[in-house]
């Protein structure tokens, strides 16, 4: 199981044989009791801990070949495990082991004049299909989001990432195991063939949801053509605005991290909004403090004037996910005017607004609609595990089921429990 096939091996078999497989699988964990759930993922923890050199020597794998691809810097960044990354793993999978689990919460109850209670009781979603690019973690977040949900998962990640991939999942699989669990509620799909990702998306007489997270040629693709429901997450067009009552010191650190920190993740900053009563004032500095960390600069006319560094932004910059160092500059005619250009070129995903005015703070965030919207906080806390949820199987820009990190509790969907004594309906 999970050994890489050739192209020519015929994908909709595969991937019915998962199917086939998960849903036997979904029978037992739909119904599995917490304690087992969290000593599957503890163990897993402790093997991710415990295999890191297995676990580094594929990532290694996948770097080379990336690295003989042509992969970009940045693109490598998203793909590349270490000692860190490794343990933020298993610390993830430890983080949710130590969090309620909702399967069987009640969400509400009521009783009706005649007598029926009734209530609304949080259950599994079911078999989730994720369909991701480059980053590996996706694999051991995903795969123990769902376990402790109780949510079957076929993992489809990207041809660039297999080897670090299969090896995680191959200790999910054992770990399950230990926990008198089928290794079947994580299957990774077996062939790096895109014909797989089609099957999948058909695939309605088995998967209930899918989750892609990539590149927006991934969204488009799961999106326009999969029968089976998406819980999108489109790019990470994130913002900070930089008010005129903003601190200059906070608004130079907080800009700094929210785009330096890590440029490759979908939170990452990557417009630059200005106040213009706040140009000769704050702007500078905070591009000065860019500058020395190496990030390249894209300005409007306004900022062109101030940043001798800066080159000229064009309109495709304003809509450009870069995850590099790079990072456009727009001026704006107060809150307002960042509202209505987050509202222009935004993909709904992070926004922030530094501002020591608590009514401009308000505004911003009663208006911005997006996912996520901060104040006086960095865009790259747009991360499931910085929420408190242990990890996310993604951020979503969808507007139903679930919007912004997906956690424990947006895996899962609820029933109605209806209670009588023998009531009958005049």
Known sequence: MNVQTTPAEDAASIVAELGRRAKTAAAALRNAPTDAKNKALADAAR??????????????????????????????????????????????????????????????????????????????????????????????????????????????????SFHSSRAIVELLRQALKGAGLPEDCVQLVPTTD????????????????????GGRSLIDRVTQESRVPVLRHYDGICHVYVDRDADVAMARDL?????????????????????????DTHLMPVLARLHELGCEVRGDAEVQKRDPKAVPATDK??????????????????????????????????????????????????????AIVMHNASTQFADGGEFGLGAEIGISTNRMHARGPVGLVELTTYKNIVRGKGTLRP
């Open 317 to 370: 910059d304003w809509r450009t996910e870069y995850l590099e160092p790079i990072i456009s500059v727009a001026t704006v005619d107060g809150v307002g005017g960042a509202i209505d250009h987050i509202a222009r070129y935004g993909s709904q995903h992070t926004e922030s607004i530094v501002t020591a005015n608590e009514a401009t703070a308000r505004r911003f965030l009663g208006e911005v609609d997006s």
């Open 194 to 213: 895109r014909a797989a990702v089609g099957e999948m998306l058909r695939a309605m007489d088995w998967l209930d949801l899918i989750v892609p997270r």
């Open 255 to 279: 800009v700094a991290n929210a785009k330096m920190r890590r440029v490759s993740v979908c939170g990452a900053a990557e417009t630059l909004l200005v106040d213009k009563a706040a140009l």
């Open 47 to 160: 093997l991710i801990r415990g295999e890191k050199a297995a676990i580094l020597a594929a990532n290694a794998r996948d770097i080379d070949a990336a690295k003989a691809a042509g992969m970009s810097s940045a693109l490598q960044d998203r793909l590349l495990l270490n000692d860190a990354r490794i343990e933020g793993m298993a610390k993830g999978l430890d983080d949710i082991v130590a969090l309620p689990d909702p399967v069987g919460a009640t969400i509400e109850e009521w009783q009706r004049p005649n007598g029926l209670v009734i209530s609304r009781v949080r259950v599994p979603i079911g078999i989730i299909g994720v369909i991701y690019e480059a980053r590996p973690n996706v694999t051991a977040d995903a795969g123990a989001l769902c376990i402790k949900s109780g949510n079957v998962v076929v993992l489809r990640g990207g041809s660039d």
